[in-house]
Structures are given as structure tokens and as C-alpha cells.
């Protein structure tokens, strides 16, 4: 069965638009080729789950954002988050737009760029126009091809080579207005031998009607460098956010994902490492509460084709009430790709008896010379252990609530980030209802 | 007040399966009770019934503690009314500090608002820490995730030791140490022993007894205290093993459940 997708727009307004905001031409035929195959191509297929089923419609219209006139503009939610790490750069757009960009002066020196990526497309094509929709591919599946049709404002990160930043650099993506399109593309290039950490929260804030989130996230590792890419996804209920997140990566290169799934909307994402290099690492890290009555696909996949490649994907979920979680993880290790190594784990913890979790190890091995593991487990609070607790005077709801932190403890205590195991710590508290 | 414990005809049953089928005992502040006696006669059963672990349903019979009767409480009421199982199988849990735990059992005591600092909690900690003879890094590592079963015993005593409970039950926290680590528990329990203390300490061996003078020994078989005394039981029960007693009682089997 074919299932359509009614597209949000069509190919004159998407090019009167492209054309207003003077975009480059070859952006301009991308997006009409893309959305031409949008109507064509089916729907992502999630595991278990039906995503036609989903709020996959609310993509509204593109309105132009204005610009901050200063970060005290910002609602509070906002104001908060980028409180105190503005030193590296920041970049925040705003439903279609970006609104605030900034970048810390000795780091533009040492050539690094980090802007929105409408601007990126026009400054600096060169280096956009080669990695753009190449991780993430306009034809995998319509929502692919649909945001690379439509996204707008986004980030551009450009490490040069041998260039190691040491501060973070954050961003922050808004939705405050249901009736504009939200779809941001994220692009990080490293070159040889760079280091960076990227951090970004998608959050969303005064809502009236239905969002579908459609987003990107594209980093390009080359040899040697090393990218820590860090996001945290706090929507609120009337956000279906789809997210599809992709790094390649060359001679030993690597990757750490450290991803924060706390959205209180139907949430699918995929993150994946493609391991194109020798001795290339992949290593994602993935915590995740789920509530309500949510449905949730969360899908990490390391795809190894560099012999010594090795990676690593951990998940640890908590699913209360009547939230429902599949979470997948997929090792595909390719001919060639000798002394690969490959390793996953999903736990996921129920608080509810309505609640469902489904975690599917997938290890696919085409190569004899490797290793590789995989570890799931769906489970509940344990009796025992509550009643250990408690026989030290402790209530059960606390009992509880330390048991719960403790699944997730060691993958949070593992986040190098201080500020942001803080800030997931909170949000997780939250998720929790407490 | 001086503590009071008042064991009365307590039942308990497993899975349908009657376990305790009637125990009595009496203790006070001061004393140290020793209860003996083979694998499976319910010496745990007992110490998880008066805790009130979830298996186990208790179908008849009265526990007081001070006149207040434990078995209305729930488990983490029971331990703020001052009860302490020093647990055979104590729990691992992965992801919780020990010390964050132990401030946790603390301020359940001191309530909101009458948090411990964290000053003088760790202070508290490490000071108790070295007289078990525990190293300061066991402070940080998951609630005796990976421990050694005598690393757990320690723990254990440490967790008395910062509780300061009224009624201590030590459920075989001889098992599994060396005679070192024997005579550092030890020292630990006599450290607390008090005159607003009772001690229950369950144990198979007579060992542990060389080291904490018990005031009086009871011998439990097939659910039941079958036999008390004062410590030259124990002594017996060390030069001649439980047969003189079954034979006496005309018992063959001491296990529960092969009585009927
Ligand atoms: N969790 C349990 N499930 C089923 N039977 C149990 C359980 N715990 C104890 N029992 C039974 O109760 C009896 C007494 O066990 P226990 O109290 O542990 O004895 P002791 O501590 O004296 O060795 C044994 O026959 C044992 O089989
Ligand atoms: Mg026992």
C-alpha cells in the first residue's frame, strides 16, 4: 500500500519563496527536486509502530522571525537555558528562522564559522554545498525529502583543520508559533584532526494548535577529528517531532552522541554513525523518560564498512503511564570491515502497567573477523531492592524515585558535560512528575 | 523509656507454605539474644517477617516494639520506629551511591527541613567507615554493586552503626568473613551495644558468639524456638552439634515444612 503524503506546500510558493529569500539557485532546484520526490516516496516504516498514524501534518506555512534585539527578549525558558555558555557561540532560531547568532571572536580568527544555515548557503556554498543532504539523503523516504524541501533556518558548524575548540557551542531551536513551519538542519563539518562539542535543545513554549517537527542533523567527521555532539529535546505535548541524525565518518575519526529524549509529544528519532573509515568511533549515549500517553520509536544504528571500527550504543529508558517506547539498535557490520567491534545495549525500566516498552537488538554481520555484542532488557522497579531501601527508613516513593535515577545514572554520570547532567537531571525530574 | 521487644505466636507463611508457626520472645534494651539453629528452620523468614519484607504474609500473632505494634507499619515505618535487619542477601542497586543512600536513610529520620549537612554527614560516614576498617572509596560505588560478600557485611554494620537503631537484627552477618573481618564487625557491634539496645543476632555457627557474649541463646528448628538458654548453650551446641536436641525433642527433620 501506497500512503500518500499530502505535501504542505507546493513547488510555486516553495520557489517564489527560496527566490525572496535569494537563496543560491542550486538550493533552490534542491528544494523542487526534493519536494517533487517527497509526493513520490513513502513514509519512513518505524518498527512496530505507524507513523500515518502519527500528527505528521502540522507543518504550517513559513513566517519570516525577527531578529533579537538583545538575549533579554528571550522567553524565560529560553533566556535560561543559554544563561552562562554564551562564550563559545550560540546560534537560536526561532519557529522559521534564526534569530540570534554569535560567535566568540578568537574563534572566528582560527576560521571556525558557526551561523544559521540560510546564511551558510549563501556565504560560504563551497563548503555547504558538498555535504548538504549527503548523510541524510533526499531519497531515503518522504520525510526526508519533505524536510530537505522545506527546512529553513538551521546551524552551520565549520571546524578547519587541526582546529580544537575547547568551549561548547550551543544552539537553541524554538517553537512558540503553531503556524509556522519548524524544520532546522543541522550541518557540522570537522575537518582533519579538529575537535569539537556541539550542543543543542529543541524547545517549544506556549503552543495553541498541533507542530510536526521534521529534522535533520548531518556532521561530516574527517580523519582525526573529533566531534561530541550533544542534543536534548524537550517538546511539549503538541509536538510530533521526527528527527533523523547522521554522522560519516573517515580515518579515525569519532563520534560521541549524547542525546536527551524528554519531549512530551510522539517522538521518533534515528540516530546513526556511518563508519567509512579505519579506526573510525562511534559512541552514543541515549536517555530517554517517557510519559503520557506518548509514542515513542527511538532507533540508534552504527552502519561499519572501516576495519577497527568500533561502536557503541547504549539506551536507558523510563516509560510511565501509558507511554509506549520501541527502541532499536541496529549493528551493521559490512564485508571487509575487519576487527570491527559493535556494541549495544537497550534497558528499558516500566513504571506503569500501561506503560509498553519493546527494545529489539539487531546485530546484521556480513564480516567474519569481529566482535560484537548486545545486551536488552525490559524490566520493572524491583521489589527487593525497594524493599531494601525502605528498610532503612526510606518512604517508597523515594525509594523509588533513587532506584529510577539509578537506571539512568550511568549513562548521565557519564555526560562530560556538567551543566548539561544538570540540566538533564532536571528534566527528567520533570518527565517524572516530581 | 527502655526498648522493648515482644515477639507474640507469630505466623508466617510463603507462597501459601507455612513457615513460622509460632514464634515467642521477649527481649529489652541491653540484652543480646542469639538465635541458632540448621539451614531452612526459618531463622530468616523470621528476620524478613519482623522487617516486613512483601513475601511474606504474616498470619498470625503481635510484634511490639514499645508497646507500638510493628506489624500495622510499613517497612520504611518499621525502620524509623527503630527496627535494623542487617540482611543476609542484602540488595545490589546499580546507579545509587552508598553515600547518597545512607543521607537519604538519615534525613527519612531527621525529616524535611532537618537535612544532615553534608559536612557533617561525611564526617559521620568516614569516621565509621575507618573503624570497619572500609575503604573510603566504597563511599562512592553503587550500593554494594560488586561488593565481595564481606565487603556487604560491612556495610551492613555501617549502615547500623549511622542509623543507631533501638532493635538490631542480624541476620548470619558471620557468613563469608574471615576471622579479621569477624573480629572488626564484632568490635562494631559492641561499639553500640547500649542499654537502650537490643540485639537479635541469627547465626549458625556458635563463631560469631566467641566474639559478642550473647545474654541468652535459643535454638529454632521447624519454625519454631524448640530450646533457651544462656551462652553455655551455645558453647554446647559448638562441642555437640544439634542432634543431642532433636534427639531430645524427637525431631528427625529440622527443616520446615516436614513436621506435619
Ligand atoms: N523466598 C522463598 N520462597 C520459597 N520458599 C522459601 C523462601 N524463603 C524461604 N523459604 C523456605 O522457608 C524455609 C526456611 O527458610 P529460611 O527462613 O531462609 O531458613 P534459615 O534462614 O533458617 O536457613 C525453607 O524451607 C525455605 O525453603
Ligand atoms: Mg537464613
Do not use: C
Not at chain 1, 548538504?132 to 527546512?151: C, F, I, T
Request: hydrophobic share 40%.
Amino acid at each position: 500500500m501506497t500512503t500518500q503524503t499530502i505535501l504542505p506546500v507546493n513547488a510555486e510558493a516553495l520557489k517564489a519563496l527560496s527566490e525572496s529569500k535569494q537563496e543560491p539557485t542550486w538550493l533552490t532546484d534542491s528544494r523542487l527536486a526534493s519536494l517533487e520526490l517527497a509526493g513520490q516516496l513513502e513514509l519512513p516504516k518505524l518498527e512496530k509502530q505507524r507513523i500515518e498514524r502519527w500528527n505528521i501534518q502540522s507543518y504550517g506555512e513559513y513566517k519570516e522571525s525577527k531578529k533579537l534585539a538583545s538575549l533579554d527578549d528571550l522567553p524565560e525558558q529560553v533566556a535560561k537555558l543559554v544563561e552562562g555558555s554564551r562564550e563559545g557561540g550560540l546560534v537560536i532560531q526561532r519557529n522559521s528562522g534564526t534569530v540570534h547568532v554569535s560567535l566568540a571572536p578568537e574563534l572566528a580568527a582560527k576560521g571556525v564559522i558557526f551561523t544559521d544555515l540560510e546564511t551558510a548557503v549563501k556565504e560560504h556554498a563551497d563548503l555547504v554545498k558538498p555535504y548538504l543532504h549527503q548523510a541524510l539523503k533526499n531519497d531515503e523516504h518522504s520525510m526526508a525529502a519533505l524536510h530537505a524541501a522545506v527546512w529553513n533556518g538551521g546551524v552551520f558548524l565549520y571546524v578547519p583543520k587541526n582546529v580544537e575548540v575547547d568551549v561548547p557551542l550551543q544552539a537553541v531551536m524554538l517553537s512558540d508559533d503553531a503556524e509556522a513551519t519548524f524544520a532546522p538542519h543541522v550541518l557540522v563539518v570537522a575537518e582533519a584532526n579538529s575537535q569539537i562539542t556541539y550542543v543543542d535543545n529543541y524547545v517549544s513554549d506556549s503552543l495553541t494548535a498541533p507542530v510536526t517537527h521534521n529534522g535533520a542533523v548531518e556532521v561530516f567527521v574527517k580523519n582525526g577529528a573529533k566531534v561530541r555532539y550533544a542534543s536534548v529535546h524537550q517538546l511539549t505535548g503538541e509536538v510530533t517531532d521526527v528527527t533523523f541524525r547522521r554522522a560519516m565518518l573517515e580515518n579515525d575519526a569519532s563520534i560521541e552522541w549524547i542525546v536527551g529524549e524528554m519531549n512530551d509529544g510522539d517522538t521518533a528519532s534515528d540516530t546513526m554513525s556511518i563508519l567509512k573509515g579505519n579506526g573510525s568511533t562511534s559512541d552514543a549515549k541515549i536517555i530517554a523518560v517517557g510519559s503520557g500517553s506518548q509514542k515513542i520509536n527511538y532507533t540508534t544504528q552504527a552502519k561499519h564498512f572501516g576495519k577497527s571500527s568500533e561502536s557503541q550504543m547504549i539506551t536507558r529508558a523510563v516509560m510511565r503511564e501509558e507511554a509506549q517506547a520501541i527502541i532499536n539498535g541496529i549493528t551493521k557490520i559490512e564485508k571487509g570491515a575487519t576487527k570491527a567491534d559493535g556494541q549495544q545495549t537497550e534497558r528499558v525500566l516500566m513504571l506503569s502497567p500501561k506503560a509498553r516498552g519493546d527494545a529489539n537488538p539487531i546485530l546484521l554481520i556480513d564480516e567474519d573477523d569481529v566482535t560484537a555484542g548486545h545486551a536488552a532488557s525490559v524490566g520493572q522497579v524491583n521489589r527487593e531492592q525497594v524493599y531494601y531501601l525502605m528498610s532503612r527508613g526510606i518512604s517508597r516513593t523515594v525509594a523509588e524515585s533513587l532506584i529510577i535515577y539509578g537506571f539512568l545514572a550511568p549513562v548521565v554520570s557519564e555526560i562530560p558535560l556538567e551543566g548539561l547532567r544538570d540540566q538533564l537531571q532536571g528534566l527528567v525530574e520533570r518527565k517524572l512528575g516530581q | 523509656m527502655s526498648t522493648k521487644f515482644v515477639i507474640e505466636g507469630l505466623k508466617a507463611t510463603i507462597e501459601g507454605k507455612e513457615i513460622l508457626k509460632g514464634i515467642n520472645l521477649e527481649m529489652k534494651g541491653g540484652e543480646i539474644h542469639a538465635i541458632m539453629g540448621p539451614n531452612g528452620t526459618g531463622k530468616s523468614t523470621l528476620a524478613s517477617a519482623l522487617m516486613g519484607h512483601p513475601k511474606y504474609e504474616v498470619t498470625d500473632g503481635k510484634v511490639l516494639l514499645n508497646d507500638e505494634d510493628v506489624l500495622d507499619m510499613e517497612v520504611d515505618e518499621r525502620a524509623l520506629a527503630g527496627l535494623f535487619l542487617a540482611m543476609q542477601y542484602p540488595s545490589e542497586i546499580a546507579g545509587v551511591t552508598n553515600s547518597d543512600f545512607l543521607r537519604s536513610s538519615i534525613n527519612a529520620r531527621r525529616g524535611e527541613g532537618n537535612e544532615i549537612s553534608l559536612i557533617k554527614f561525611i564526617r559521620q560516614m568516614e569516621g565509621k567507615m575507618k573503624e570497619l576498617e572500609m575503604n573510603p572509596e566504597f563511599a562512592h560505588r553503587y550500593l554494594n554493586e560488586g561488593f565481595s560478600g564481606g565487603e556487604k557485611k560491612r556495610n551492613e554494620i555501617l549502615q547500623m552503626m549511622m542509623l543507631d537503631p533501638k532493635i538490631v537484627i542480624l541476620d548470619e552477618i558471620d557468613s563469608g568473613l574471615d576471622i579479621d573481618a569477624l573480629r572488626i564487625v564484632a568490635n562494631g557491634v559492641n561499639a553500640m551495644k547500649s542499654e537502650k539496645r537490643g540485639f537479635l543476632i541469627i547465626t549458625h555457627y556458635q563463631r560469631l558468639l566467641n566474639y559478642i557474649t550473647p545474654d541468652y541463646v535459643h535454638v529454632m528448628m521447624q519454625g519454631r524456638i524448640v530450646k533457651s538458654g544462656g551462652p553455655e548453650l551455645a558453647e554446647r551446641l559448638e562441642a555437640e552439634g544439634y542432634d543431642w536436641i532433636k534427639e531430645e525433642l524427637g525431631i528427625t527433620d529440622e527443616t520446615v515444612g516436614q513436621d506435619a
